[in-house]
């Protein structure tokens, strides 16, 4: 039996501050507006444990006090990069019993430091009288989780040890939308956010990255802002749904939060205040996965802020500093967690109208948007892709007899492993109408994986006491496809499209077992081969940043066919030069296709750095 642990993080976005004239004991209205633009101070989610869990683990996917400050003011228009780096050490005893099949006694400790960033759009439009916002926030760290672990099992009797992994690698991404509205000193907000789990993640390993399954949030916010005596108080209540964790048949509770502050400003600058939350899991957990029972969890928090509002380039710019003192828990980690922040105006966006073409070549005369128009268009982009590969394959046994092999790869070791790589894309485009194509080769020998579980030819499962394993891959992934540009100016563009995408999947994988196996034998190889080809949609294009060089690239499809699916998604930030682009950007690709007893359940996640030649 394994005993794992997740650390997982997530971050978001804040509002506002404002600011009080030491001379005149008033505070600025127009300083208030211009911190309600700078202030979107970046938070980050903990989720302690995973593969032993409540709450999935014990902590929900919404870190409570994630919204403090001016969390209902609304923003001025234009672009921000909140970014945060973030630090959390917690433990819990061993006197809680948590069980999966078998008993397990846990004494968990968790350490994380964490960098993240959340491009953020505030249009000039207005949505039902109030301020629109939209953010997407990734980042990356490192995350080390230790445990005692007592194991009570049939086969094995009792088993005691001392465990601890470590994890480094990118994160979930975390979307946010939000609206607001202003009427005198009272401001209120509604918002929804997201977990889409790309993030550094195995079932398989007690510290985490990424969270490991979708989860929505959807929760409103009142802030009572004095613009006089700079008082101001903000509440925020929220409530999360969670999805299955695939990985572990695991399906956390529905829960709520409250999350508080009180502050005052000193001077024009400096701001201290009180912040807090509680946080209460309405409904308890459930899956096949699920030995625990509902396993509901709670928690309270209380600690200081101090914030500090500057003026550089001519835009306001917002510092702050919060701890969080953690009591009242109950089935999570109990501790401490630090956030400084520090939020960057980018300022707004150009107000030209162009053609798709025009915007991708970054020209916004009339000229060029014509010339481009009446012409084809082609790029080439040779890109490196660095992923981790997550994932699992289920191979029927040799013979005839029947059974089958399940192993899981080791994400960590990709590099290594990697002993031929081929990747780039093309695009060729006619005003709005456009073609593209993406292919990707890897061949890994020698990829580390530990074997989950072997069937025996009647059908026992036998889990030996230690296990190991091989795996090499060869994989082609072609991705072929047309659309249209739906949306195109001086932001930027938006094309949707159509097409297909080719997985030709081969790979075998080796096993050494010690302990009983029964009908199973000690050392064997199994290999298989797939050709596995999906329809698919999807969006892409740009979103440029102020009136410079600078571009936000996103890119995601989904698809899939009677026994398979696929998705893919991409996020990053890019300069235009005369020749093309330079980009960097995170990406992840996902497949998962079941025939009979044969399965395949793979995710490449990781940076990707490219350069798009324009001709």
Known sequence: MVVALMTSYRTQRRLCTSARSPASGNVSRDLCARCASALFVVTVMLLPWGRVKADEGGVPFWLSGQYASFAAVPSQPGWYMPTQLYYYSGSADGTKSFQRGDAVNLGVSSQATLIFFSPTWVPDEKWFGGQPSFSLTFGGGWNSTTADASLSTVRLGTFTANRGDNDSGGSDLYPLAQIAWNSGNNNWMTYITGDLPLGSYSAQRMSNIGLGHTAVDIGGAYTYLNNTSGFETSWTLGFTYNGMNTSTDYQSGVDSHLDFDVSQFLSQNWQVGLVGYVYYQLTGDSGSGDRVGSFKSRVASLGPEVGYSFTAGGLQWYANLRGYKEFWAENRLEGYAIFATISIPLGGGPKKTQTAAAANEGEGSANADKDIGEKWNFSLTPYLFLPKVFGSVTYKLPGGAGGSMSATLDPNSYLQSLDMGAMFAAEARKGDAF?????????LGGQDAVVQSVTGPLGDVHV???????????????????????????????????????????????WSFTGPLGLVTKEGSVSQTQNIWDAIVGLKGQVRIGEGNWFIPYYADIGGASSNSTWQLALGVGYHFSFGDFALLERSLSYNFTKQVEQLDMRMTGPMLGATFKF
């Not at 992934?477 to 930027?492: D, P």
């Open 464 to 510: 030996p006491v230690n296990q190991s394993g091989s795996f090499k891959v060869v994989s082609n992934i072609w991705t072929l496809a047309g659309g249209y540009s739906v949306l195109h100016g001086g932001w930027g563009y938006l094309d949707l499209f159509g097409g297909a995408r080719l997985l030709n999947f081969s790979s075998s994988a080796g």
């Open 435 to 443: 073609i593209f194509t993406d292919y990707m080769y890897l061949h």
